[in-house]
């Protein structure tokens, strides 16, 4: 039989907006060594405004943004949703075909004709499209745009932290856990998110597969790990970890459902309350 303490911490958690889908994972969540966290809609909102388009010579925006607004509504990633948002009043039923999505990279397929990428700096090496190296480092997120093999220009775009994120991270530091995160977000983003919340680690520009084998990494070197995480791509890494935790407002129902705990309303600050909870119920247990 289960003992009495567990009703109360999962209790005590689901009034807070945790759901635990086992009293087994209180116990984890007490011991856990490593918090490991997904960037865009865990730490960051996730909500991604356009900044600017910058095109190249040649190129003009009346041509070339209905296409990207096309092969973008095949997409249903917050990177797609900002330029829909953005462009959305620009749209013009265009014709699209084999339009692919490449995990990690962004899209690939042909508008009226022509050959469209649409997707991250890692997309255009892909396919050996040259562009301007020096436009990596600044801090935003970039959806570049390539017609035909040919690099057409960029639209920026950035995201929110969240307003609780560099106070769970602290919070968790002070329990004495280790907290990283993981981001298949360009480096030059992932470190200036990384300044502001106060992670221990970061690391950018990872493939859904490179994050399980941080994961894994982390979990042989240096204890039990607690995921975080809202995309389909992070239901391998939920999978694995010792509790796998999914952002349940905005994220993906894969993530919702291959987890071990659901945050309802998407708080980083219900990680170390998860913590506490966990804590607290061990002690009235044993
Ligand atoms: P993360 O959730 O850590 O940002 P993803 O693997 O979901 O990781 O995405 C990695 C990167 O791939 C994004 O930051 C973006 O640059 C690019 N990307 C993914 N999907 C798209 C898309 N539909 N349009 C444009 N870029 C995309
Ligand atoms: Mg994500």
């Known amino acids: ?10 209790g005590a958690a689901s009034r807070n907006g945790i759901l635990f889908k086992g009293s087994n994972y209180l116990d984890v969540m ?26 190249q010579p040649g190129f003009d ?14 997409s249903t990633h917050p990177v797609a949703t900002a330029i829909r948002e953005y462009l959305g009043a620009k749209a013009v039923p265009l014709e699209v075909r084999e339009m692919e999505e490449i995990a990690g990279h962004g899209l690939a397929g042909t508008v009226t ?12 090496r892909k396919f050996n499209i040259a562009f301007d190296t020096a436009v990596e480092d600044i801090p935003l997120t970039v959806v570049a745009v390539a017609v035909d093999g040919v690099y057409a220009g960029m639209i920026t775009i950035a995201d929110v932290v969240k307003a609780d994120a560099a106070e769970a991270i602290q919070a968790l530091k002070r ?18 998110v990384a300044e502001r919340v106060g992670v221990a680690e970061a690391y950018g520009d990872l493939l859904p597969e490179d994050k399980v084998t941080r994961v894994k990494d982390i979990r042989a070197q240096k204890g ?7 995309g389909v ?32 309303n998407d708080q980083p600050s219900r990680i170390p309350m998860a913590v506490r909870i966990g804590r607290a119920t061990k002690k009235i247990v044993w």
């Open 61 to 74: 925006e009346a041509d070339l943004l209905p296409m990207v607004n096309a092969l973008e509504s095949k």
């Open 233 to 264: 791509n992070d239901a391998p890494v939920i999978a694995l970890s010792d509790a796998g935790i999914a952002m349940g407002g905005l994220g993906s129902d894969a993530a919702i459902e291959t987890a071990d705990i659901v945050i309802q």
């Open 30 to 55: 007490a011991a856990v060594q490593n918090v490991v966290m997904d960037k865009t809609g865990t730490l960051t909102k996730g909500v991604f405004a356009v900044q600017e388009v910058v095109l």
């Open 175 to 192: 329990m004495g856990i280790n907290t990283v995160m993981l981001s298949g977000d360009k480096s030059s983003v992932v470190k200036y």
């Open 1 to 10: 039989s289960i003992p009495l303490g567990y009703f109360g911490g999962i």
């Open 113 to 124: 004709g022509k050959r469209l990428l649409v997707g991250n700096f890692r997309l255009l």
């Open 224 to 230: 039990s790990v607690a995921f975080v995480g809202d």
